[in-house]
């Protein structure tokens, strides 16, 4: 049976009324993000989640290229193989190699510190969940050692002098 | 994406497969200035350093001697310590490197090329020491953050330029004039073009001095490329920090310079001594300015084995602005000193040579160690001194370790 003209019209209507409908909610989305962007335009409350396995990641985070780990050693980096490393890796050494972070030992408090300053000062970005990630495994991995007002001499490499 | 506009993305992907990171801003590196990590090349053949130096870091490349290493009394460019805080221009284009001045407390901004620089003003060398700020870090405790110098960050060079002072005096500066900050060419880690790597700078009073130069030779030849290329500001006996390499620009500043690394706690140690690891706070830290006495034994490497009792000890010691008055070694932990014979610096800011001849009572395991004190009549203390937080300053005497047999 073909529909009468009137009929057509109604169904028409609907039409134009759903696509309004979803022309507002779209809008509405859209305002939401930009309302969200006035607070924190870096969208840092998400980085954690971008972090972690969407395709659309930080484009600073460095990556890692191999996965080679020799005693405990990842070869790449020279990091130790524990968890955390991962996140330390890709946040840690896109700006000074991981030597830098290696040769530094400090406890939880100071690292943040350490941290707070690349972030106010040296363009560290917001590392959201994995600051806590990233701070665990330093202070577990690489913990300060006492040597007090001054060691003995070490690693002395004895040889003959002649005269 | 439209950020990597100045590199395109296959090669920027590629660079950094070659450099096995991410380069960070890496489509805002200004042009021609690409990091020189790229060239993957060995650190010691791309700076002519010895292969016996101790790399610290790679990125940025920090190195540093062995004491032995520091023999020479002008230090030939094989031993100096390498400290950068960014990254190294790849390409300087000499023909148009320019100098400017400017700031608050300049009359009116000027600029000169090389050739003008060279040709305007009489030039003049000094053998200037310059030392890390840092060097002797890596003893404090608890460990303060950064690269963890041992001994080796100190060197003395012969450099040729023009006094700084005969500039200003031609470009006219007022006389609300309190610093000058340096601007230069290197670019931050991060590759952010609008963020500078490090720009410190002197008083006033320090930049006027003689032996403050804008230097545009190093040991009779041009600047290496690592340590400033084609033009560098040396202000000996200061941080090394204050001395900017790659050097562009001038600011004469009519307040404390406040450029990358002035502010904060870098280069600066609390105000009144801090119980080690206390927290501090920014503005309970200080610039540091001239640098501690201090002195190095050169000659013989720690480790020597001899079979006769005696033995010829050498080295160098310095003191900041001061000159060094006496020089003292100890073979017996500091219980008894014995003099030994020191050198007038061939100039002002220049190290001092010392050397003795060494005596061991009998047998077995000594350490020799040295001491200086300076013309204000302080010494160098045996324990590491007072624990700042960025570990500055450590002038603990140096040792060596000895078998007598």
């Not at chain 1, 989305?29 to 962007?37: K, R, T």
């Not at chain 2, 060279?118 to 030392?131: A, D």
Request: glycine residues 8%; charged residues 25%; contains cysteine.
């Amino acid at each position: 049976m073909k529909s009468s003209p009137k009929k057509e019209f109604s169904n028409q209507l609907d039409l134009i009324n759903g696509l309004i409908l979803s022309i507002f909610v779209v809008l509405l989305l859209f305002l939401g993000v930009l309302g969200y962007a006035i607070f924190d335009p870096s969208f840092s409350r998400f980085s954690g989640f971008f972090n972690a396995d969407s395709d659309e990641k930080n484009e600073f985070l460095a990556e890692v290229e191999s996965e080679e780990v020799v005693d405990g050693i990842h070869v790449e980096t020279g990091f130790i193989d524990a968890p955390g490393m991962v996140a330390t890796i890709q946040n840690c050494t896109g700006c000074h190699s991981s030597s830098l972070v290696i040769a530094n030992r400090m406890n939880e408090e100071r690292w943040i510190e350490t941290i707070r300053w690349m972030q106010e000062t040296q363009n560290l970005w917001d590392l959201g969940e994995n600051e806590k990630v990233i701070v665990d495994y330093l202070v577990t991995n690489y913990p300060p050692k006492k040597i007090g007002r001054r060691a003995n001499l070490e690693n002395i490499e004895w040889y003959e002098l002649e005269d | 994406m439209n950020r990597r506009k100045f590199i395109s993305k296959t090669v920027l992907a590629s660079m950094a497969s070659a450099l096995g990171m991410d380069i960070v801003f890496g489509s805002r590196l200004p042009k021609g200035l690409l990091p020189l990590g790229l060239s993957k090349q060995d650190p010691f053949e791309l700076f002519s350093k010895d292969k016996d130096m101790i790399l610290l870091n790679d990125r940025p490349y920090n190195m540093e001697a062995r004491p032995h290493q520091l023999d020479d009394d002008i230090t030939p460019n094989e031993y100096i310590f390498v400290r950068n805080n960014g990254l190294i221009p790849n390409e300087v284009d000499v023909e148009n490197w320019t100098l400017s001045i400017d700031g608050e407390s300049v009359i009116s901004p000027k600029t000169y090329t090389l050739s003008e620089l060279k040709t305007r003003f009489t030039s003049h060398s000094y053998q200037l020491t310059l030392e890390c700020g840092g060097n002797g870090r890596s003893e404090f405790d608890p460990p303060p953050k950064g690269n963890q110098w041992s001994l080796g960050a100190v060197y003395c060079a012969k450099w040729t330029g023009v006094r700084l002072k005969d500039i200003l005096e031609d470009v006219g500066i007022k006389s609300d004039a309190v610093y000058i900050g340096y601007h230069a060419a290197d670019s931050h880690l991060s590759g952010d073009p609008t963020k500078e790597a490090i720009s410190r700078g002197v008083p006033i009073s320090k930049a006027m001095m003689e032996e403050t130069l804008i230097a545009y030779q190093m040991n009779d030849q041009d600047i290496p490329l690592v340590h400033g290329y084609p033009l560098r500001l040396v202000a000996g006996g200061w941080p090394a920090s204050a001395s900017g390499k790659w050097l562009e620009r001038i600011s004469v500043r009519n307040i404390v310079h406040d450029g990358e690394k002035m502010g904060g706690t870098s280069y600066r140690v609390p105000c009144s001594p801090v119980a080690p690891g206390e927290s501090v706070a920014d503005e309970n830290m200080c610039i540091i300015e001239s640098m501690p006495v201090k002195s190095l034994i050169t000659y013989p490497k720690t480790g020597a084995m001899i079979s006769d009792k005696k033995l010829s000890i050498r080295g160098h010691t310095w003191a900041g602005e001061n000159s060094v008055i006496k020089m003292e070694y100890s073979i017996d932990f500091g219980s008894t000193w014995k003099e030994c014979d020191l050198k007038k610096a061939p100039n002002r800011l220049a190290w001092q040579r010392f050397s003795a001849e060494v005596e061991f009572p009998q047998e077995g395991y000594y350490e020799v160690w040295a001491k200086a004190t300076d013309s204000d009549g302080v010494s160098q203390p045996m324990l590491v001194p007072g624990w700042n937080p960025k570990g500055y300053l450590n002038n603990a005497c140096h040792r060596i370790a000895v078998k007598v047999s």
